[in-house]
């Protein structure tokens, strides 16, 4: 299974980037799609997540301007991003769980400019 993320870019504060991430390869049972981004110096961290029947969770400092979304058919997860701020600038890389295992996307670079 092969993840492939696109979307990134730079942008201005206040501005809005739509993230793609797209599994390709052997897959009968997707559970978990989401989004998750470093900052250069700092931790991986959880920004939003879907599950099945579309449950959907999202970090408290993104909430109301990100939006996570998914394409079964497509076996792909989006992230839409409005209202961006300088401290959303981070490679933001997605994950998959399915059929018990774990992928990681290679990372997709959004920056914020002030």
């Known amino acids: 299974v092969q993840l492939q993320a696109s979307g990134g870019g730079l942008v201005q504060a206040g501005g809005s980037l739509r993230l793609s991430c797209t599994a390709s390869?052997?897959?009968?049972?997707?559970?978990?799609m989401g989004w998750y981004r470093q900052a250069p110096g700092k931790q991986r961290e959880s920004v939003a997540a879907?599950?099945?029947?579309?449950?959907?969770n999202y970090a408290d400092s993104v909430k109301g301007r990100f939006t996570i979304s998914r394409d079964n058919a497509k076996n792909t997860v989006y992230l839409q991003m409005n209202s961006l701020k300088p401290e959303d600038t981070a490679v933001y890389y997605c994950n998959l769980i399915a059929d018990s295992r774990a992928y990681w996307g290679q990372g997709t670079l959004v920056t914020v400019s002030s």
């Open positions: 879907i599950r099945n029947f579309g449950i959907t």
């Open positions: 390869g052997s897959i009968f049972s997707i559970n978990f």
